[in-house]
C-alpha cells in the first residue's frame, strides 16, 4: 500500500497476442486492424500480431488484395467434422506466449477470433496454455464457436469469464455463430456494425465502446501489478 503521497500509478498499455484470418497472415491483420482505427484505439494497446504455423493450402480470399504469403492455424475436415493440426495450433501459440510475451489478452479474426474465444476455456480446463499466464481479457471480430464435440465441451462447458469484446457485422455470413459465442460470455461489449466478415472502421458509437473497454482493462492491468 503506497502513502497519501504517492503519486498515481502509471497506466500500463494491455499488451495484445493478435490472432490473423483464415489463409492471411499477422502483416495483414495489422493492415486491418491498424489501419483501419483511429490512433485513438490504437495507442492505447500494445499489439502483436503473430504469423500461423502453417502455410495456406489452398487459394487465400485475400489474393489480389494483399500480399503473400498467407497462413491458417488449423484446417477442418467437414466430412469427419474434425480439426487438423489443432493440438500442433495450441503448442504454437503457447511457445509464442514463452517466447515473445507475457500478453495480458488476445485479438482475433475470423478463425483466430474463434481460436482466441475459445483459448480461456481451454485454459482453465488444463488443454491449453498450462505453462504461461490466464488470459485476462479478449477481442473477437468475427468470431463464433467451434462445433466438433472434442474442442467444444472443454471450451465453453464453463461461462468465458474474462471481459469480452466482441465485433457483429450485420451481414457477415458468421452473425449467428456470433451471436450464440456472446451468449457463452459472462461479461460482453458488442459492438455493432453494418458491414459484413471484415475488420470494421470505428465511428460514433462503435469508437466510444471501444475506447470504454481498452480504458477498462488499462486499469485491470495496472491493478493486477500493483497487488
Not at 495489422?30 to 487459394?59: H, I, M, N, R, Y
Not at 485454459?123 to 498450462?130: N, R
Not at 462445433?147 to 469469464?161: F, G, K, L, N, T
Request: aromatic share 10%.
Amino acid at each position: 500500500m503506497g502513502s497519501e503521497g504517492d503519486a498515481p500509478a502509471a497506466i500500463r498499455k494491455p499488451r495484445v497476442l493478435c490472432l490473423h484470418g483464415f489463409r492471411t497472415s499477422g502483416e495483414i491483420m495489422k493492415t486491418q486492424v491498424v489501419g483501419k482505427w483511429p490512433e485513438s484505439v490504437t495507442s492505447g494497446l500494445d499489439l502483436f500480431f503473430a504469423d500461423a504455423p502453417f502455410p495456406c493450402q489452398g487459394k487465400s480470399d485475400v489474393e489480389g488484395i494483399f500480399d503473400p504469403p498467407y497462413y491458417e492455424w488449423f484446417q477442418f475436415n467437414k466430412e469427419f467434422n474434425e480439426y487438423k493440426n489443432f493440438d500442433e495450433c495450441l503448442v504454437y501459440i503457447e511457445d509464442l506466449i514463452v517466447k515473445h510475451g507475457p500478453f495480458d489478452g488476445l485479438m482475433g479474426f475470423s478463425q483466430g477470433a474463434i481460436l482466441s474465444a475459445a483459448l480461456p476455456g481451454l485454459q482453465k480446463k488444463g488443454v491449453a496454455l498450462t505453462k504461461v499466464p490466464k488470459i485476462k481479457f479478449i477481442m473477437i471480430i468475427g468470431g463464433a464457436k467451434f462445433q466438433s464435440p472434442a474442442v467444444a465441451e472443454p471450451a465453453y462447458s464453463d461461462p468465458i469469464d474474462c471481459p469480452s469484446l466482441h465485433f457483429i457485422g450485420e451481414n457477415d455470413f458468421l452473425k449467428t455463430h456470433g451471436l450464440a459465442l456472446i451468449g457463452s460470455c459472462v461479461d460482453p461489449v458488442v459492438v455493432h456494425h453494418p458491414k459484413g466478415h471484415t475488420v470494421p472502421r470505428l465511428v460514433g458509437k462503435g469508437e466510444k465502446q471501444v475506447l470504454d473497454f481498452i480504458d477498462k482493462i488499462q486499469k485491470m492491468v495496472t491493478t493486477a501489478e500493483q497487488d
